[in-house]
């Protein structure tokens, strides 16, 4: 107690008493008639106490907290819940029942998912040095192979995470055509499945043209003049991709813009939907467990 | 699918699902872990094979020959597999946006109820078939260098033309006498029977896509582009 400055001391003291006063109901101190000697025993009999009281008190008050703390992530969750309604559909999506069976052919989905993750992180660390010009894209792409920090190894998964991400999905695709994932009620899904195909290899072409080194421009001039052999609107079409009738300064910034807003943006929604439906419609049986439920129901019948 | 079938279907995948383990935390582990190991693919592809980056873009040259990304090449094999040139817009958009559209109603084209891949041997078989010929084009595709040489005999005085026809890419899509792919430009071999030397400027300058033009050639290096005419129009 000496140590504690005079205030902070007093106010101990005080608190102390209080509390003392007030839990366990000892009134003696306050006596105006006892003993000096008595009261001054009495006091440093309370004073001890009250260190006990203190420290029972300090006890007490963490255990507080710490309920509190635990409860601090289920406040929050509610908070939003509150606010959101999401509840039911949070729970809905990760406690649904998957049926029997689900194997590893299951995760390629998911692993397409995690794979356009990875690439989103990679392209934003990018596009931080990355210059859309025809004049600075080859530096920047230099720069970023050379001397920026670990900048080689994030260009580096992001280019072959572009084509692990392509392999993923035509995995994925194969599994849900094997399986006849395709069929009622999931149609609707498979559609929307075929235009993010669509649009992977999409962004696996627009990202092509950016290294802007040899390779990358002359094959992007061999794609758009296919392109531009479509009919009616394939002309129309490779003048939009190009900016113009010639591979120009405007071509570079038209694909970087394609490869970074527009593509992703449609691919991110187009992810949320197709979620949204296996959540909905739930992740079908394996093909081959169907035909033992048949088999199942048939004896019961018999 | 009849409404019937589709009732069963419901009510059997209703059982099944019941009977099924929920997906926190069952099915995320198994996902967990499999992103986890695409992640791992994803950098140990990145620390071998880095990322390469080639000689700068220069419009100017045609001596480059296009390679697109592999998972590519069974679009690119096809347009130097179908030769003729009336066919080429089949092979570039024809095809592949047919193939786009039978697999958007793929679902409305095979409505049999059946689920396992063996008692549907039609769309098991055609989807087998079409991951064989993919896979074919890819490695023809693959295999198909980028020729720099050409064998065939030439007039003397016409060497130089010779290499600048060599060099400027035109065998990744030519054939000429023993090099070069056959596909998806005509033949060159005998051109100079079919056109004139201003007949070959011309198309050299405008091509049809999706050939390149040489227009930065003959800018940038008047002499070789007129070596290279001369050389195609002998070609018969």
């Known amino acids: 107690m000496r140590l504690l400055p005079g205030p902070l001391r007093r106010k101990n003291g005080d608190n102390g008493k209080a509390d003392g006063n007030g839990n366990d109901d000892q009134p003696k101190s306050d006596i105006p008639g006892a003993l000096l000697v008595s009261r001054e025993r009495d006091e440093a009999v309370i004073n001890g106490r009250n260190g006990q009281d203190a420290k029972e008190q300090k006890a007490l008050q963490r255990e507080r907290l710490k309920e509190a703390a635990t409860e601090v992530p289920a406040t929050v969750v509610g908070w939003v819940d509150e606010r959101t309604g999401m509840g039911p559909f949070a729970r809905g999506f990760m406690f649904r029942k998957v049926p029997k069976g689900t194997n590893w052919f299951y995760t390629l989905g998911s692993a397409s998912m995690f794979a356009f993750l990875s690439q989103a992180v990679t392209g934003v660390f990018l596009a931080m040095y990355y210059r859309p010009s025809a004049d600075e894209a080859y530096t920047s792409i230099q720069h970023i192979n050379n001397e920026v920090f670990a900048g080689e190894l994030v260009r580096g998964m992001h280019r072959w995470g572009a084509t692990v991400m392509v392999v993923l999905v035509f995995l994925h695709m194969g599994r849900t055509f094997f399986f006849g994932a395709y069929k009622y009620p999931r149609e609707l899904n498979w559609i929307i499945g075929v235009v993010l195909v669509l649009l992977t290899l999409m962004m696996a072409l627009t990202g092509y043209l950016l290294p802007f080194d040899q390779r990358s421009f002359w094959a992007t001039v061999v794609a758009v003049n296919i392109n531009a052999s479509g009919p009616v609107i394939g002309p129309y079409l490779a003048d939009f991709l190009r900016g113009g009738a010639e591979f120009g300064a405007t071509t570079i910034s038209r694909f970087y813009a394609l490869h970074m807003l527009l593509v992703p943006g449609l691919i991110a929604a187009l992810i949320g939907a197709h979620l949204y439906l296996v959540a909905k419609l739930g992740t079908t049986a394996p093909p081959w467990l169907k035909a033992e439920k048949k088999r199942e129901l048939a004896k019961e019948e018999i | 699918m009849n409404g019937r079938e589709k009732e069963q279907y419901l009510r059997e995948y209703h059982v099944m699902k019941g009977q099924g383990k929920p997906f926190f935390p069952y099915a995320v582990a198994k996902d967990s872990f499999m992103a986890v190991f695409v992640l791992l693919v994803i950098i140990l592809m990145a620390v071998l094979f880095g990322a390469e980056l080639g000689p700068k873009a220069d419009p100017t040259t045609t001596t480059y020959t296009p390679r697109p990304e592999w998972y590519f090449f069974f679009l690119f094999e096809l347009l130097r597999v179908v030769k003729p040139p009336e ?55 693959a295999l198909a260098g980028a020729p720099t040489e050409i064998e065939l005999k030439t007039a003397p005085g016409l060497e130089a033309g010779r290499s600048v026809a060599a060099s400027s890419g035109c065998l990744g899509c030519h054939r000429i006498g023993d090099n070069g792919n056959a596909g998806p430009g005509p033949e060159l071999t005998e051109i100079g029977d079919r056109l004139r030397a201003p007949a070959i400027r011309r198309t050299l300058l405008n091509p049809t896509a999706p050939m390149p033009s040489y227009r930065g050639l003959s800018q940038k290096n008047p002499e070789q582009f007129s070596e290279l005419v001369q050389y195609l129009s002998s070609l018969r």
């Not at chain 2, 689920?115 to 595709?141: K, Q, S």
């Open chain 2, 87 to 141: 066919f080429v817009f089949a092979a570039t958009i024809g095809i592949p946006t047919l193939c786009l559209i039978l697999l958007l109603l793929l679902p409305f084209i095979d409505r049999n109820p059946e689920r396992h891949p063996l008692r549907r041997p039609i769309a098991t078989l055609t989807g087998i078939a079409v991951i064989v010929a993919m896979a074919y084009l890819t490695v023809e595709g």
